[in-house]
C-alpha cells in the first residue's frame, strides 16, 4: 500500500475498510496497486475483478486474492 497506492492519509489511519479512493488514491495508482498485489501473490486477477469496488479496500482486496488463490488449488 505505501510503495503503490499513492494515499495521502498515514498509514496508521488506515484499516482494512477505509476507502482507499476517499483516502487519496487515484484510478492510475489503483493499476499500479493491482499490478503490485498480482506480482507479490503470483496471480493474475480475472477481468471480472479489476473494478473499482474491488479495489476500494484492503478488505476487498484481500477478499479478491483469497478467492483467485483458492479457484488455483
Known sequence: MKNH???HLP??????????????????????LMIAVEGEFGI??????????????IENIAGAVETVMRAQQ
Open 5 to 7: 497506492a499513492r494515499i
Open 44 to 57: 493474475e486477477l480475472p477481468d471480472s475483478m479489476l473494478s473499482r469496488d474491488v479495489f476500494s479496500s
Open 11 to 32: 498509514l496508521e489511519e488506515i484499516c482494512d475498510t477505509t476507502d482507499l479512493y476517499r483516502a487519496g488514491m487515484s484510478s492510475q495508482a489503483s493499476v499500479v
